[in-house]
């Protein structure tokens, strides 16, 4: 993308002079924005589960899940913008157990029904504390998000707060933790990926 806009900027110089550098300037710095990526670190417990994005807290429920945990589960669903950092992050210290992209439409992020039928990637992990537990994490591609990328495979070791994906252009993010886990989150809350304690494990 970033290459296109350098292209449009140069046609457009070609035939505006200096001025034909203004909106290609303007989406070349949105896009070096938009694609930051910032060092992070959280002075946490092994059993606190950070966020695993930016954003706001759109709704936590109770719900039963099938795909991964096979059971019931609790959602926290996060809801990004354009204006958000878009890397998505580790809650816990855990191991890759599953991954399984599905196609889909592109509906704005935060309708309720958009994780259902939006492109999605689905992340599951088990988690290294005493009593392993297991948690799914889901990245929604939105009305302007176009691409998700994910960088682990299963088998990974993956540190709490590690990098694992991005989705690019707003978007949502959602993570089912097991029913009894402790919650710290509440609706409306802002949070940030690896830094904000959305809960806690318990034994």
Not at 50 to 79: C, N, Q, T, W
Not at 125 to 149: C, D, E, M, S, W
Request: charged share 25%.
């Amino acid at each position: 993308m970033l290459a296109a806009e350098i292209v449009l900027g140069a046609a457009l110089s070609w035939w505006l002079g200096p001025k034909g550098w203004i909106l290609p300037g303007v989406l070349i710095l949105f896009t070096l924005y938009f694609f930051r990526n910032p060092e992070r670190s959280a002075d946490c417990e092994p059993e606190d589960i950070l966020s695993p994005a930016d954003g706001v807290v759109m709704s936590i429920e109770e719900v039963d899940e099938y795909r991964f945990i096979k059971g019931p589960a609790v959602k926290i669903s996060i809801f990004l913008s354009v204006l958000n950092v878009h890397v998505n992050r580790v809650p816990v210290e855990a191991q890759v157990e599953y991954i399984d992209y599905q196609p889909g439409k592109y509906l704005p992020a935060f309708k309720s029904h958009a994780s259902e039928i939006n492109e999605r990637n689905y992340l599951g992990i088990k988690t290294l504390t005493r009593r392993p537990q297991y948690i799914l994490l889901v990245q929604i591609t939105g009305f302007i998000a176009r691409r998700i990328v994910c960088w682990s495979k299963p088998g990974d070791h993956l540190d709490q707060g590690e990098r694992f994906g991005l989705i690019k252009f707003g978007s949502c993010t959602e993570i089912y933790l097991p029913r009894g886990t402790e919650i710290y989150a509440e609706k409306g809350m802002k949070v940030r990926g690896g830094i904000t304690v959305l809960g806690r494990l318990t034994e």
